[in-house]
């Protein structure tokens, strides 16, 4: 079984509608990250949790939020989805003290 | 502000050895790392480099100084799968996020 899973895997919506991306892990790592990855634009943050009660924002989390309801499980909602949003979204994962990152298999999202 | 720079595309052939550069002016510099992403897939983890040199490991080797900001990965024996992204990651020590991104080096290997 995969340490770092995404659901949904494909995800198509209207503009204005409300979406969650879910990332789970059983690796026990303590941060979670949210990228979105856009051609020729390569991976930015979203959001980043270092614990469950600590929530940063990345490069670009306008229009998005994110929950940690568990050390496991980092949901990345879009309240009111638009186009430009359409992306590659990835979870990732990793251990405080080092800087490795472990990322899941990724939801492909478009909004139409 | 914070900038990565590597090639867009590269080709190489199977057997060779091609090296992919990365460029890097940031605030706060931690450490480099190298991904690589196999389209469609998720990045996975080459190396780590924290101090200057050389990193070998095993086909694979990274490259690191800090000083001119400049880091290289180096492939050797190309195999046809080698064909795939390497996405330079630099992590930070401070800032409103930790690790930023390269857009990523997509290397063509020709039989």
């Known amino acids: 079984d995969a340490d770092v899973t995404q659901t949904p895997r494909n995800r198509i919506t209207k503009t204005g509608k409300r979406i969650m991306l879910e990332c789970s892990q059983t690796?026990?790592?303590?941060?979670m990250y949210w990228y979105r990855q856009d051609p020729g634009l390569g991976l930015r943050l979203i959001y980043y949790?270092?614990?469950?009660?600590?929530?940063n924002k990345g490069e670009i989390s306008d229009g998005y939020s994110v929950s940690r309801q568990a050390q496991a499980k980092f949901s990345l909602s879009l309240e009111s989805a638009i186009p430009n949003q359409t992306a590659l979204y990835f979870c990732?994962?990793?251990?405080?003290?080092?800087?490795?990152?472990?990322f899941g298999p990724g939801t492909r999202l478009l909004v139409l | 502000g914070q900038n990565i720079d590597q090639p867009t595309e590269m080709t190489a052939t199977e057997g060779a050895i091609v090296q992919i550069n990365c460029t890097y002016q940031t605030s706060g510099f931690n450490g480099l790392f190298w991904y690589q992403q196999h389209a469609g897939e998720a990045p996975t983890f080459l190396s780590y480099?924290?101090?200057?040199g050389l990193e070998e490991k095993g086909r694979f080797s990274s490259f690191l100084s800090r000083s001119k900001g400049y880091s290289y990965l180096l492939l050797k024996e190309l195999q046809m799968k080698d064909s795939a992204s390497y996405l330079c990651?630099?992590?930070?020590?401070?800032?409103?996020?930790?690790?930023?991104f390269g857009t990523g080096t997509r290397l063509k290997v020709l039989a």
């Open positions: 690796k026990g790592h303590d941060r």
């Open positions: 990732a994962t990793s251990v405080g003290g080092e800087e490795t990152q472990y």
């Open positions: 949790s270092f614990d469950v009660k600590d929530i």
């Open positions: 480099n924290v101090l200057d």
């Open positions: 990651a630099v992590s930070l020590t401070s800032g409103t996020y930790k690790y930023i």
